[in-house]
């Protein structure tokens, strides 16, 4: 992780939210002045379950994963944080340390804005604390729809779930370069590597999908799409 040289100002800024459009100069001033613009690689990690919150991180490009760690060591990822998001909102204003942990999934490219900057706009500023509880609770819905719409498939539909998601939620597109391993896809909908690739196999066998390398196409998105919902 290393800061950006020429961090972008806040009041000029085209990635700024609309969560920001609330504050006056002299607000974005003190944002500006509070935060630090960093990229990360793919593989580097973030955040550790326990440390010390300290910034309100929202992601300008790439993907992120949040996810857990059991006593062996092994990944639970809960969700993926994609461009414009607040990453790691569910517990910043309940807690003191990150209950998750965070990793970078490709390039990423993020500001890091002192927590106590933003309590105080929220202290403040109404309109700017009724927007950032309602991206509060966008994060939180979003969390809890792809949980239970897991639990509700079987193995073939879990897999069909992730593929539809990225093409359609994240990269708007039919043709995507898988960001995930199969190892995280699996973590990601609780399936071992081995059932993943083989289901994957399976969706290109069938004519669903194609797979060039990272490189993956959806060709039947109505059939993805269905066993999404009776896999």
Known sequence: MKSVDTPTNCMQCPLRSS??????????SCVHLNKREV???????????????????????????LFTESDSRREQIISISRPRDFVGLLNIFSDTHHRYSMSAITDVRFCMIEVDCIKQLVDNNGFFARELLKNMS???DHILKDSYNLRSLQ???????????????????????????????GQMVGVSTENVIRVMSEFRQDGIIRIEGKKIYVLEPERLRLLTIRG
């Not at 969560?19 to 974005?28: A, H």
């Not at 990229?39 to 994963?65: A, C, N």
């Not at 539909?157 to 896809?185: D, M, N, Q």
């Open 155 to 185: 193995m073939h539909g879990r897999v069909a779930y992730v593929l539809y998601e990225l093409s359609t939620e994240i990269f708007g597109s039919t043709g995507f370069e898988l960001p995930l391993s199969r190892k995280e896809v």
């Open 19 to 28: 969560l920001f459009e609330s504050l006056g100069r002299k607000e974005l």
């Open 39 to 65: 990229v990360m690689e793919p593989g580097e990690q973030l955040v550790r379950s326990g440390d010390k919150i300290t910034h309100f991180l929202y992601l300008q490009s790439g993907l992120l994963k």
């Open 138 to 140: 966008i994060a939180v």
